[in-house]
């Protein structure tokens, strides 16, 4: 059975940092692509960033997050992180981590296949 649980979602002050993970089971993510979206509420859910699954691990990251956020993962121990630096109140947002087989597209939620419960980060002072 697959899971994925996020952990890391706090309250912080504009300008703070948090660092969020997620631990995978029941999948090996060498061979997957990784990714974080979130959700805000009465907004659909955006992709924030993306690690392409193989040997390239491409890195993406979405505009509103390209160069604050940091993607990274560690394949031996199965968990992913999202780095998250210079917040700000509109990263306010439920958090996901996902997974999906192969590479290709990243974006639209609607390409991946496994999903975490999320962990909620507020941004506000």
């Known amino acids: 059975q697959v899971q994925l649980v996020e952990s890391g979602g706090n309250l912080v002050q504009p300008g703070g940092s948090l660092r969020l993970s997620c631990e995978v089971s029941g999948l090996p993510l060498a061979n997957y692509s990784v990714g974080w979206f979130r959700q805000a509420p009465g907004r659909e859910r955006e992709g924030v960033s993306c690690i392409s699954g193989g040997s390239s691990r491409r890195k993406f990251y979405g505009d509103s997050v390209s160069g604050r956020f940091t993607i990274d993962k560690d394949n031996s121990k199965n968990v992913m992180w999202l780095q998250m630096d210079r917040l700000e109140p509109e990263d306010t947002a439920i958090y996901y981590c996902?997974?999906?087989?192969?590479?290709?597209?990243?974006?639209?939620?609607?390409?991946?296949?496994?999903w975490g419960q999320g962990t909620q980060v507020t941004v506000s002072s």
């Open positions: 996902t997974a999906k087989k192969g590479a290709g597209t990243w974006t639209s939620a609607s390409v991946w296949t496994y």
